[in-house]
């Protein structure tokens, strides 16, 4: 039994409520020792093949240092070695959760080092797919995080809306998860007949169906609001430092998307809002979460209704062959800025392409968010960066 | 919020971007294309001049670090965003065959694992970093830094060491 000085001692918190030990030095003193663990890479929570080396002080972790490159496929050294068209098929592996925004991320690098010009109809069918895949990614992220904390329900209705849109998805690309529908210079196909008609009605129905069947099921409930509250909570400085982007920041406050600060494509031309949330933690990325389902709703909306009509494929030639120089091509992804950066030495391959993942950038937070926390809220904190093992891993 | 964020008109806030790098520091080349300030910098004061992007221009973000090598050569790209519309890239050049360049981390920490990116793949060396480990490589026994041009893509992978 400790005595009531040692025990203040011990639990002594550094004011910011986070478990860490005021004095480290009292652990030599009173003989405390802290075990290192691994959780992962496999491990059935966990995002992909991630491994933390954890080190705990009873169940507070004082330590968390990610490993990565357990799903490592040299994403990079291949888009080297092959043609610039033969790349896009690539970028679809890199985050499987939102592929579009891979291609598009690519495709806008090429043409950026072509001085490509895109057809209009091009450029609308290119965020028409990018929002449907914001949709097919935040709801199942949503309840992923929901998987982490126990509740299983939410994932099926999520899934259910992912397999909807998919459908979708599929009609217009041939393929379910691969699509490799962006081209550089536009689009694959022009969208098959009558499609925009059922993207719209689909979408009438889901606004009711994720209202009552993810809003109202998880918002509201007890086990969730203890889990997330004040849980893996940074400030905005923290989370520019550590290069956080996407819903993780825009929960801080920060006011950042790139689709309205750095516009692309057809952007410009949509009405939509940066939703933002000032609490910082993992409730508040998943109210953005929310929020920005809402948003590309809105946005498939009106591209269904400013549709043009038109060519989806600019004539760039059989052969592509830019100048010298570079290329950048920067994208909001679901999970962040996807940025991609192509050198080209003016041959048929690219000399260099380095992709900036959200992924890999978000997950720095783990290191400076989680050492404070219990080990259960490791498992929030990664639903709030919802970090998808292709993309970090390259 | 906490975080101020810069205003007012993007050609403006770039010229500005520019003269205050200039005024601070010995630019080899520095123009003004479309939104981006392009800056080319000798090796050794990266670390001063994105120390003048962060905590005098307030440009926040680091967005990421590129490597290339050039065989002879490798020219690094740090992209710096203000986050309204603004990108401030920083090129330098390191002659040689085996970089070493100051490490940005205490300026920007989330350099932190972009130069563990590049350390893992190109081998360059960020002094002063303070925990320059590979990130996707075989921490042990495994001598090759894979995005060399030199390291041809059929190459048998060795590990020295072992076994």
Redesign the interface.
């Known amino acids: 039994m400790l005595s009531e000085e040692r025990r203040n001692e011990t639990v002594a918190l550094d004011g910011t409520a986070s478990g860490r030990l005021a004095r480290p030095d009292i652990r030599s003193e009173f003989g405390l020792e802290t075990m290192d663990m691994n959780m992962g890479p496999q491990h059935p929570a966990m995002h992909g093949l991630l491994r933390l080396i954890l080190e705990l002080d009873g169940e507070t972790v004082m330590r968390c240092d990610p490993v990565?490159?357990y799903l490592?496929r040299?994403q990079?050294?291949i888009a080297e070695?092959r043609m610039y068209p033969a790349v896009v098929p690539m970028t679809d592996r890199l985050d499987y959760f939102a592929n579009i925004h891979n291609e598009h991320g690519y495709v806008l690098a090429v043409e950026d080092v072509l001085d490509a010009e895109i057809p209009p109809r091009a450029e609308y069918i290119r965020v028409l797919m990018s929002e449907l895949m914001r949709l097919a990614s935040h709801i199942p992220s949503i309840g992923f995080l929901m998987l982490e904390l126990g509740a299983f329900t939410p994932i099926l209705y999520a899934f259910r809306e992912r397999e909807r849109i998919q459908n979708f998805l599929e009609a217009i690309t041939g393929a379910r998860m691969m699509f490799h529908y962006f081209r550089i210079g536009g689009v694959k196909a022009d969208l098959p007949p009558g499609i925009l008609e059922e993207i719209s009605e689909y979408l009438d129905g889901l606004e009711g169906r994720f209202q009552t069947d993810t809003v109202d099921l998880v918002t509201g409930s007890e086990i969730y609001v203890a889990r997330t509250k004040d849980v893996g909570k940074m400030?905005?400085?923290q989370a520019?430092?550590?290069?956080v982007?996407g819903p993780p920041l825009r929960g801080t406050?920060?006011?950042?998307d790139i689709r309205r600060?750095?516009p692309y494509s057809v952007y410009p031309e949509l009405d939509f809002d940066v939703v933002t949330d000032?609490a910082g933690d993992v409730a508040a990325s998943y109210r953005v979460r929310i929020g920005e389902v809402w948003q590309s709703i809105r946005i498939i909306r009106q591209v269904i209704e400013k549709m043009p009509e038109g060519p989806v494929m600019a004539d760039l030639g059989r052969r592509l062959r830019p100048r010298e120089g570079?290329g950048?091509g920067?994208v909001e992804s679901p999970r962040g800025?996807f940025?991609v950066?192509v050198?080209s030495d003016g041959s048929d391959s690219a000399?260099?392409v380095?992709y900036?993942d959200p992924s890999?950038?978000n997950?720095?937070l783990l290191q400076e968010v989680v050492p404070g926390h219990y080990l259960p809220d490791i498992m929030p904190i990664l639903g709030m960066i919802d970090p998808v093992s292709g993309g970090w891993?390259? | 919020m906490a975080v101020s964020f810069p205003g007012g008109d993007l050609a403006d806030r770039l010229a500005g971007y520019l003269d205050g790098l200039n005024n601070r520091h010995g630019l080899e080349e520095g123009v003004v294309e479309g939104n981006v300030v392009r800056v080319v910098v000798a090796p050794e004061s990266v670390p001063q001049v994105l120390a003048t992007a962060r905590e005098q221009l307030k440009v926040l973000h680091l967005s990421f670090i590129t490597v290339v090598d050039w065989e002879g050569s490798f020219e690094l790209t740090y992209e710096l965003m203000d986050l309204r519309g603004g990108t401030v890239r920083v090129k330098t050049v390191i002659e040689g065959t085996e970089p070493v360049i100051g490490s940005v981390t205490n300026v920007y920490p989330t350099a932190n694992w972009h130069e563990r990116e590049a350390y893992d793949m190109f081998g360059v060396a960020f002094r002063g970093h303070p925990d320059l480990r590979r990130t996707y490589m075989w921490q042990d026994h495994f001598d090759h830094h894979p995005l060399l041009k030199s390291f041809d893509i059929s190459t048998k992978r060795t590990f020295e060491g072992l076994r």
Do not use: I
């Open positions: 990565m490159g490592h040299s990079e050294k070695n400030t905005p400085e520019l430092d550590m290069g982007t406050g920060v006011d950042f600060d750095y000032d570079d950048f920067r800025e940025a950066h050198v000399y260099r380095h900036r890999f950038c997950m720095q891993d390259k």
